[in-house]
């Protein structure tokens, strides 16, 4: 359950659970990323379909009133690499440990599958994401200007998994 505190969300941890995203998650699921992510959310028959691709992959934090973040990862049939595809958390909750939950699980995740290497891409101003990245010791491998598009400059950052 969320309560408010201030101006900010605090999420009660005893009320969060990490679970297996579902078909009936999906609205609810299109509204957080659209909240989180704007002009970079995926279209919601996208989700759909990532959903039927990555399901066993695709984790939500759920407070039993809504859906307070996601994690998503898609890995390739060799296994060598599995990029995060998304991952986001309401802006009202970030700073309380969701982010690092949902990355410890999608990492943990991709140990069990046998991946050899995680990947993701970030944009280059979201200093909250560069520095959770860089401490679960992902780094920079690469800079390309308009991967998502003119303009939309994103870091690519890999580490072992």
């Known amino acids: 359950m969320i309560r408010p505190i201030g ?22 699921l299109a509204r957080l990323d659209a909240h989180i992510f704007t002009e970079f959310a995926y279209p919601f028959f996208v989700l759909r379909q990532l959903m039927d691709v990555c399901g066993d992959d695709f984790l939500v934090l759920d407070d039993g009133t809504d859906l307070l973040g996601y994690v998503l990862a898609g890995t390739r049939s060799d296994r060598k690499r599995s990029w995060i595809l998304g ?18 699980a999608a990492l943990e995740m991709m140990r069990a599958e046998g991946v050899v290497e995680a990947a993701l891409t970030v944009d280059p101003a979201n200093a909250p994401a560069l520095a959770l990245y860089g401490s679960f010791g992902f780094v920079q491998t690469d800079d390309r200007a308009d991967y998502f598009g ?3 400059h994103r870091l690519i950052m890999v580490r072992p998994v």
């Open 7 to 28: 101006d900010t969300v605090a999420a009660d941890p005893a009320q969060v659970r990490m679970r297996a995203a579902t078909e009936q998650d999906l609205p609810r």
């Open 87 to 104: 991952l986001g958390v309401d802006e009202r909750l970030r700073g309380q440990g969701m982010g690092r939950r949902l990355m410890e």
């Open 150 to 152: 003119p303009g939309q």
